[in-house]
């Protein structure tokens, strides 16, 4: 979809929280972009963007958890990678929505 509205981003977002799926955003302006995969209530959350001539993927990450491989869309991920916080994922959307490309809880 071309330059959807937060309502539809958002509108995206409970649809595939409800079921399994990808929901992304790109700013070709600053050259990043936002992706959350997920199903079962297990997500994972990256965020891309140019800095100082390199390209730098985020994700939110848990030092609690233990260091397992978790199955998310048929590609295994790092548990401590992932996140069942789904409004911590629509909090993210919505500070990349408003312009934010660089939001705590990111490393």
Do not use: W
């Not at 539809?8 to 700013?27: P, S, T």
């Amino acid at each position: 979809m071309k330059n959807p509205s937060p309502d539809d981003v958002m509108d995206r977002l409970d649809g595939m929280e409800r079921h399994a799926g990808v929901v992304g955003l790109d700013d070709p302006a600053t050259l990043s972009n936002l992706q959350v995969r997920g199903e079962r209530q297990t997500c994972l959350l990256t965020l891309g963007c140019e800095e100082e001539g390199d390209y730098d993927v985020k994700t939110p990450y848990c030092a609690t958890t233990a260091p397992d491989m978790i199955p998310v869309l048929g590609d295994l991920y790092d548990a401590r990678t992932l996140t069942a916080d789904f409004g911590f994922v629509r909090a993210i959307f919505r500070l990349f929505l408003a312009g934010e490309r660089n939001p705590d809880g990111m490393v």
